[in-house]
């Protein structure tokens, strides 16, 4: 009984400690879920740079590849182009300088001379 009447003589000052304690004990929460707010945003920030790392070298590779694909094929259309130019080349060299063979007319073709020959002959110049 004389502690009821004690608290009741001192009610402001319970309610002030009761109050004072609750607010400490809040702020030590608080602080606790502060600090577990933090560490799971280090881990957060870790696994975002570890994925933007892996995207990076993902996107490094793929530029490689498609690098390596273009250097593939600028060296297909350079070896093609001297290609195309030797044929060419030929081909001119064959239309520029024609090559005769000891033969280059057939049976008909050395009578249709002939009398052109004989034709030419046979008029006064």
């Not at 060419?88 to 009398?115: L, M, W």
Request: net charge neutral; charged share 20%.
């Amino acid at each position: 009984m004389p502690i009821l009447l004690v608290l009741w003589k001192f009610k402001y000052w319970v309610a002030i400690a009761i109050l004072s304690f609750l607010w400490l004990g809040q702020i030590a929460y608080t602080n606790h879920l502060s600090g577990k707010i933090q560490d799971a945003e280090s881990r957060c920030q870790a696994k975002i740079q570890k994925i933007e790392q892996q995207h990076l070298k993902a996107l490094a590779e793929k530029q490689n590849a498609i690098n390596q694909v273009s250097a593939d094929y600028e060296k297909a259309k350079s070896e093609q182009r001297v290609q195309v130019e030797t044929v060419t080349r030929e081909v001119q060299k064959i239309i520029d300088r024609p090559v005769y063979q000891q033969h280059c007319f057939d049976a008909s073709g050395v009578s249709a001379i002939n009398s052109l020959i004989t034709s030419d002959s046979s008029e006064p110049p």
